[in-house]
């Protein structure tokens, strides 16, 4: 029996999948729950083999979920179910530890494929997102090189120091917009983490005003 946890914010997707999804005979909903924060706190209890994961969520993103996860989790394989596939989201995801990456709107039979898949220990990338990774594979250095003037502007806020709330405030758009700047910036500098990143833009000369 494959036990899987859903991270979804919206109810009714929630309430879709547990209902789609239990209809399968070798899966057991081990929980269904609406931030990656709620997930984090019942994973020891509900043990799940399989987490099929939103990006966007409240409060924690799904990217910087991932790591959190795998790591409560270290048996369990994590499948991103998100409406979102552009590259620094698709790619964000796949170097966080996502096993799986399949687009909200699919077919029922292929989200038990991927479940099936990843949960024996294989991966599974619906075919859109498939196509995105080898792309980047042929072209890496243009993918991990060049910040777009916005990443740009936030990196400059977080070499200030500034939080995740004041840069919202400061360039008037949402918090959950900043994480995903900032998780694109991360993977394109090969950084972990908000330090290293500043340390490798400055030595790029990434800092510097036009």
Known sequence: MIRVLIVDDHPVVREGLVAALEDESDFRIAGAVGSAEEALRVAAAVRPDVVLLDLELPGQ?????????AAALPGAGIIILTAYDTDERVL???RAGARGYVLKGAPVDEIARAIRAVSAGGSYLASPVAAKILRQMRSPRRATTTLSDRERTVLREVAAGRSTKQIARSLGITERTVKFHVASILNKLGADNRAQAVAEAA???LLDRA
Do not use: F
């Open 203 to 205: 030595k790029r000369g």
């Open 92 to 94: 964000g995801a796949v």
């Open 61 to 69: 993103s799904g990217i910087e979920a991932i790591p959190l996860l």
